[in-house]
T-cell receptor, first 114, second 113 residues
Framework: DAGVIQSPRHEVTEMGQEVTLRCKPI?????LFWYRQTMMRGLELLIY????????DSGMPEDRFSAKMPNASFSTLKIQPSEPRDSAVYFC????????????FGPGTRLTVT | GDSVTQMEGPVTLSEEAFLTINCTYT??????LFWYVQYPGEGLQLLLK?????DKGSNKGFEATYRKETTSFHLEKGSVQVSDSAVYFC????????????FGKGTLLTVNP
C-alpha cells in the first residue's frame, strides 16, 4: 500500500513568493494533520482535519498560512507571502480515527525561503 | 493541558550498549502512549504503543511499559545497533473526540560501531 504522499519533496523559493505544499493521505483514513519541524521549535501541529473539515487550526502561525482539504484524498498547505522564517520541514500525516490514534507520516517537504 | 517531557539528547552509545530514553507525561484522562522514530531524511514512523496502564509495547527489540503511577513510558533496548541511530519521539493521545498527538521534543540517538 502507498503511504502518505507529499509533494514536492524539496522547495526553494524567494521571500514573498507563494508556496503550495500537497498531501495525499492513505486511502480510507478520515483525519489529516499538517506539522512543521524546525530545530528551534521541534515538531509543531499546524492544523488537522476530520472528514475533510478543519477541526483545530490554532497552530497555524499567522494569516499567511492557509490549508484546505477539498476531498478525502487531497490537502494543500499554502503560504502567501513566504518569509525566510518559514523555512522548515513540513509533514503531513493521516489516521483512521475509530479506536486507533496512530498517525502515519509522509516523507515531508523541505522548504527553504531565501 | 497535555504535555510530554523526554530526556534531552543527544545520546551517544556504543554498539550493543543498553538504551534508556526517559519519557513522562501530563494528561487529564487516560491517554494512549506512543514512541515514534525518525530516521535521517524521513518522516516519523510508529515504533510502539500502549493504550492502557501496565501495557507493554514492543517492536524491533524496543520496549516501553505504560506506568500510570509514575506517569512514565520509558523506552528501552537491551543491545543497540548502528542502524538504531535516529531521533526518538514520545507522544500521547487523549483519544475520543480529541484526535491530536502531543509530542515530546525528541531525543537524538547516535550509535557508534
Amino acid at each position: 500500500d502507498a503511504g502518505v504522499i507529499q509533494s514536492p519533496r524539496h522547495e526553494v523559493t524567494e521571500m514573498g513568493q507563494e508556496v503550495t505544499l500537497r498531501c495525499k493521505p492513505i486511502s480510507g483514513h478520515n483525519s489529516l494533520f499538517w506539522y512543521r519541524q524546525t530545530m528551534m521549535r521541534g515538531l509543531e501541529l499546524l492544523i488537522y482535519f476530520n472528514n475533510n473539515v478543519p477541526i483545530d487550526d490554532s497552530g497555524m502561525p499567522e494569516d499567511r498560512f492557509s490549508a484546505k482539504m477539498p476531498n478525502a484524498s487531497f490537502s494543500t498547505l499554502k503560504i502567501q507571502p513566504s518569509e525566510p522564517r518559514d523555512s522548515a520541514v513540513y509533514f503531513c500525516a493521516s489516521s483512521f480515527v475509530r479506536g486507533s490514534d496512530e498517525q502515519y507520516f509522509g516523507p515531508g517537504t523541505r522548504l527553504t525561503v531565501t | 493541558g497535555d504535555s510530554v517531557t523526554q530526556m534531552e539528547g543527544p545520546v551517544t552509545l556504543s554498539e550493543e550498549a543498553f538504551l534508556t530514553i526517559n519519557c513522562t507525561y501530563t494528561a487529564t484522562g487516560y491517554p494512549s502512549l506512543f514512541w515514534y522514530v525518525q530516521y535521517p531524511g524521513e518522516g516519523l514512523q510508529l515504533l510502539l504503543k500502549a493504550t492502557k496502564a501496565d501495557d507493554k509495547g514492543s517492536n524491533k527489540g524496543f520496549e516501553a511499559t505504560y506506568r500510570k503511577e509514575t506517569t512514565s513510558f520509558h523506552l528501552e533496548k537491551g543491545s543497540v545497533q548502528v542502524s538504531d541511530s535516529a531521533v526518538y519521539f514520545c507522544a500521547l493521545s487523549e483519544g475520543g473526540s480529541n484526535y491530536k498527538l502531543t509530542f515530546g521534543k525528541g531525543t537524538l540517538l547516535t550509535v557508534n560501531p
